[in-house]
């Protein structure tokens, strides 16, 4: 960070392991060549590529070849959805989703709606969570895609995919996840949930922004088409020269989170409760998202009694300067308050007052400590200025 | 020690860019979307490297969107453009698979634009199929990967534009090696990758005009302008800039430099192997590619045995290596398919020197005629 300050944001984008950091500039250096040039070079970084599909691969209980680099999470989800609908042509069937999925799979789903496809989005009950019953009852004949996510990006409420995966076994519709926020952080196996794509980030998980993959079931192999062509390569799904240094990046992110985990959620999952305990204690301020059921490294609260804006605005320039956020970094330019907490029934106004906390492997005991007392002491200075009796509704105007 | 003559297909990351992409790597980590310090930080890099790649294409900063490489840039403009504006698709029989393929992959009907025998786009039948009306979207690149042929872009852009159809410029070659304006190309899209000016690989950029509709490739999240969705790539994208800023301001020299050692490649090529080809040899090449071939010798073999050597040269497009077909570009120009297998494509970079050259050309002429003595082992031959 350019001053000293405390870093709240690991779901926006996570700081790159040094560790990881190593491999890229070595990967730069070394291996500039061209992976799919056909002389030794090339060939050489070639090999580097596929070694790093290896601990990416084992993070979600999938073969090595399984996997097909992406330029992120964001492309895995779009290649996903725009996949399994080109290789239905012109003929528009029906997606299911969750109203509380990421931008990157409402967007394209959103696309293929005005394009004649039949969208569906789940709702969620007040811990974010979608029954499996719901979601068998949503399915169509021509469903083709089914897209629940592993880990909310806004709550960390973790959906029940073994149990939506066993709702979806007897139905001939592709089943995606997207898995940014959790892959490699949470046990995650293709073959338990049954998925037939899953989509995989390295910047959440202390590697590299740029790069990402998507998993494709290769036995049964679900209806998937290219969406970008030119080049042929992996697989044929997505062309383009590949980022080796990138690629190597994300392998190395993943390794080293194999190597951490669980040990390091356990820390996390710790560190985090001592920050709500903390909050908790202020009275008024509300956790969004069951707590059985959030990831180790988030948390989101909703605040009472404070104007939004000006919580945020004190938390971004007080002492220590604060990085945390409203939800989404995707969408921190409207002012919109969370799609994602009100579709878990909060009130707009305590659904704009919310905080996103999230930890990660640098964030330590005293961090936590510091960043609780300057936010608690945040918010009971906001709410001796400008007592409010009911949360601010001029927030969400 | 080992030769890398293979730019057209990707160039070594300049250490000064390596330089300029550690702090992104290393310690500025934030989201450029986040609002906080660290976001900030993360958006005021992003914008400062928008106003470089601008800058080297004479656009506007406002004008550069950013993507995942030139590959995803020329889809992007293809599929964009055609979902926005109905009618049919023209591209030159010699574009890069990333708009070869994706035209031939799109629903809308398309057919290719002929070359002359010295691989440039032939004006007369843009002109004929322009006439038989319903073009939408016209693609032409400014220079051939290949054979390096530089393309009439802007008798082409004032063909397109008086036809009321749009023009994308695949610009991934050109880039750092010509002068290459946005404004002056007359595209309405023009793609750019880092990787090929010593950048790093995975980013690129698409130029636009914004007042033409056109629909993302990628959607979620607003970045972009909401014309690219997806966390940005803070680090890449700061190290395309320091590229496209280097590129600026050396292309003249490192044009000068790789023209010198191309033409000391050519002539001396013409004295070793007066049977050698020279593909485009007669028109306005990129100054830093060579293409040739050795009548009665396979380039895949060619290719292979120069690697032994230490030589890394492709046979044509890097994407296409190993499959054994002719370059399409090639077949396109009317060259006879033996001949065209026997292709070799020499691309020079700003680090490679004289006594390279040198050294390639008088390794050359053994390897070539080894290949019609199986068994030779060259590492006697090497000495």
């Not at chain 1, 084992?58 to 073969?63: H, K, M, V």
């Not at chain 1, 696309?111 to 039949?118: F, I, P």
């Not at chain 2, 656009?59 to 950013?66: I, L």
Request: net charge negative; aromatic share 4%; with cysteine.
């Amino acid at each position: 960070m350019s001053r000293a300050g405390i870093y709240l944001d690991n779901a926006a984008s996570s700081p790159v392991d040094p560790r990881v950091v190593e491999v890229m500039v070595d990967a730069l250096a070394r291996h500039g060549a061209n992976p799919t040039a056909a002389h030794d070079p090339g060939e050489r970084a070639a090999d580097a590529v596929a070694r790093a599909r290896e601990p990416v691969a084992a993070a979600i209980g999938a073969a090595p070849d399984d996997l097909i680099w992406t330029s992120g999470a964001s492309e895995a989800n779009n290649l996903a959805i725009q996949g399994v609908a080109a290789a239905f042509g012109r003929q528009p069937g029906h997606m299911i989703t969750l109203s509380t999925e990421h931008p990157a799979v409402l967007g394209p789903m959103a696309a293929l709606e005005a394009r004649g496809w039949s969208i569906t989005r789940l709702p969620v009950d007040a811990n974010g969570l979608c029954e499996p019953e719901t979601l068998a009852a949503a399915l169509r004949p021509d469903t083709r895609l089914v897209s629940v996510m592993q880990v909310n990006n806004e709550t960390g409420v973790c959906q029940d995919l073994a149990a939506i995966g066993e709702a979806l076994r007897a139905h001939p519709a592709a089943f995606h996840v997207d898995a940014a926020q959790g892959a490699g952080k949470l046990p995650l196996d293709v073959e338990v949930i049954g998925a037939d794509l899953v989509s995989l980030s390295a910047h959440k998980l202390h590697g590299p922004k740029g790069i990402g993959a998507l998993y494709v079931r290769r036995r049964p192999a679900p209806h998937l088409a290219a969406v970008w062509h030119g080049g042929g390569q992996e697989r044929g799904l997505r062309p383009g020269t590949p980022a080796t240094h990138q690629i190597l990046g994300m392998g190395k992110a993943y390794a080293l989170a194999a190597d951490h985990a669980p040990a390091e959620s356990r820390r996390i999952a710790a560190l985090r409760d001592r920050l709500w305990q903390r909050l908790a204690a202020l009275g008024d301020v509300v956790r969004n998202g069951g707590p059985d059921r959030v990831a180790p490294g988030l948390l989101n609260v909703s605040v009472g009694g404070v104007h939004a804006d000006a919580l945020h605005y004190a938390c971004a320039v007080g002492e220590p300067a604060l990085a945390v956020s409203r939800g989404s970094a995707c969408a921190a330019g409207s002012a919109a308050s969370s799609y994602v907490l009100r579709a878990m029934g909060r009130e707009p106004a305590l659904a704009a007052a919310s905080l996103r906390l999230s930890l990660g492997r640098f964030t330590s005991a005293a961090d936590v400590d510091t960043a609780g007392r300057a936010i608690a002491a945040h918010i009971e200075r906001l709410r001796a200025m400008a007592p409010m009796d009911t949360p601010a509704d001029a927030v969400v105007a | 020690m080992n030769v890398y003559l293979d730019h057209n297909a990707t160039t070594p990351l300049d250490e000064r860019v390596l330089e300029a992409m550690l702090p992104h790597l290393r310690n500025q980590f934030g989201n450029a979307a986040s609002r906080h310090a660290p976001g900030r930080t993360a958006r005021a890099a992003i914008d400062a490297a928008r106003e470089q790649v601008a800058a080297l294409v004479g656009a506007h900063p406002g004008q550069v969107v950013f993507t995942a490489g030139g590959t995803e840039a020329d889809n992007m403009a293809l599929k964009g453009l055609s979902a926005c504006r109905p009618g049919r698709l023209l591209y030159s029989a010699i574009e890069h698979p990333a708009v070869l393929e994706t035209a031939e992959a799109m629903s809308v009907a398309s057919a290719t634009i002929a070359v002359d025998g010295q691989g440039r786009v032939d004006l007369a039948d843009l002109d004929r199929q322009l006439a038989a009306g319903d073009v939408a979207v016209v693609a032409v690149m400014v220079a051939n990967n290949e054979t390096g042929a530089i393309q009439p872009v802007t008798e082409v852009a004032d063909r397109v534009r008086a036809a009321g159809a749009l023009l994308h410029v695949d610009g991934v070659q050109g880039a750092g090696k010509l002068v290459m304006r946005y404004p002056d190309t007359g595209a309405h899209t023009l793609a750019v990758s880092s990787h090929k000016i010593h950048g790093p690989k995975g980013v690129g950029a698409l130029v636009l005009d914004k007042r033409v509709d056109i629909r993302p490739l990628l959607h979620g999240g607003g970045h972009e302008s909401g014309l690219r969705g997806g966390t940005e790539n803070t680090a890449a994208i700061v190290g395309f800039g320091a590229a496209a800023e280097l590129a600026e301001a050396e292309r003249a020299a490192r044009a000068d430099h790789t023209a010198r050692l191309r033409d000391r490649l050519q002539a001396g090529l013409a004295a070793a192997l007066p049977e050698a080809v020279v593909f485009a040899g007669d028109v306005a090449r990129l100054p830093n590619t060579l293409q040739f071939a050795v009548p009665g010798f396979d380039g895949e073999s060619l290719l292979m045995a120069l690697d032994q050597f230490g030589f890394a040269v492709s046979s044509g497009s890097a994407c296409a290596s190993g499959s054994g077909e002719p370059s399409h570009v090639l077949l396109a120009m009317g060259v006879d398919p033996v001949v065209a297998r026997g292709a070799i494509r020499v691309s020079l970079g700003k680090d490679n020197t004289e006594e390279e050259i040198d050294r390639f050309l008088s390794v050359l002429p053994s390897v070539a005629r080894s290949q019609s003595m199986p068994g030779l082992n060259p590492a006697v031959m090497g000495g």
